[in-house]
């Protein structure tokens, strides 16, 4: 059984950096093709924030990107999302997913969701 | 960016009734198409992918159709347990940009 368990901070100040892993059981990260960041922000729609190839190849949002880093670590079987200078703006529940389009299907397995707040 | 409109953003229905929900890109993105139904202080879940394949463990009266620029979901018979938002997702393009979504409740 597929499990992902998103993990960190839950408040981080204004032009701070917001650091999430995304903990992986039940695959392993190296045998399937791309990792996934979504967030949320209260009562709003989704959003794809980028996602990381098992290779550590990132593709980011291009209106995140000059904030993003996106990085695998197959030895500890997770992926991990760093977003620098946060405002107010970056509140949200974050997940991270598991994307299957390669191989045929959407995002398949998500993490139930980290609330990040952004405030001092 | 590839934008995602959704129609309606809210629709009421009674059990068993015949539900759609339309999704409409901006461009061209083929049948790079996936549905996601949410329900409140939940993670998404995968319904239809590739616009009309639908996901191990859905039941069949999920639906989904179209490429190109329309794309549909239809739930066949709504169930209490249907009651959620649904979103639809390209996959064409980067970003991979989600719909408003649609949300559904009963009468």
């Known amino acids: 059984q597929v499990q992902l368990q998103e993990s960190g901070p839950g408040l981080v100040k204004p032009s701070g950096t917001l650091s999430l892993t995304c903990a992986v059981s039940g695959i392993r990260i190296s045998s399937s093709e791309w990792w996934t960041w979504i967030r949320q922000s209260p009562g709003k729609g989704l959003e794809w924030i980028g996602e990381v190839y098992h290779t550590g190849t990132p593709l980011y949002n291009p209106s995140l990107k000059s904030r993003l880093s996106m990085s695998v670590d197959n030895s500890k079987n997770h992926f991990s999302l760093t977003m620098t200078s946060v405002t107010a703006a970056d509140t949200a529940v974050y997940y991270c997913a598991r994307d299957a389009r390669v191989a045929a299907g959407g995002l398949d397995h998500w993490g139930q969701g980290i609330l990040v707040t952004v405030s001092s | 960016d590839i934008q995602m409109s959704q129609s309606p953003s809210s629709l009421s229905a009674s059990v068993g009734d015949r539900v759609t929900i339309t999704c409409q890109a901006s461009?061209?993105?083929?049948?790079?198409l996936n549905w996601y139904q949410q329900k409140p202080g939940r993670a998404p879940n995968l319904l239809i992918y590739d616009a009309s394949k639908l996901t191990t463990g859905v039941p069949s009266r999920f639906s989904g159709s179209g490429s190109g620029t329309e794309f549909s979901l239809t739930i066949s018979s709504l169930q209490p347990e249907d009651i959620a938002t649904y979103y639809c997702q390209q996959f064409d393009n980067v970003p991979f940009t989600f719909g408003p979504g649609t949300r559904v409740d009963f009468k």
């Open positions: 461009q061209d993105i083929g049948d790079y």
